[in-house]
């Protein structure tokens, strides 16, 4: 599978809010992002998608806390 990155840039309170959703979720910032783009193509009448790059899970766990400081 051949794969592209992506990059946004945000303040930082939306970064903080976005790494504690990730926290409470125990998801990844990919496995966020990935649903939101499919959410983004659904809404405007194209087929999400748009898969992780790859099957393995890394949890959000402490590492996200620890970025948030």
Known sequence: ????NMQ?????????TV????VTL????EDLMVEA???LMVKYGQ???LERRSAERTPAGGRAMRDLL
């Open 37 to 39: 783009m499919n959410d």
């Open 1 to 4: 599978m051949s794969v592209k």
């Open 26 to 29: 125990d998801r990844t910032l």
């Open 47 to 49: 087929k999400g998608t």
């Open 8 to 16: 946004v840039k945000v303040d930082l309170e939306g970064w903080r």
């Open 19 to 22: 790494k504690v959703l990730c």
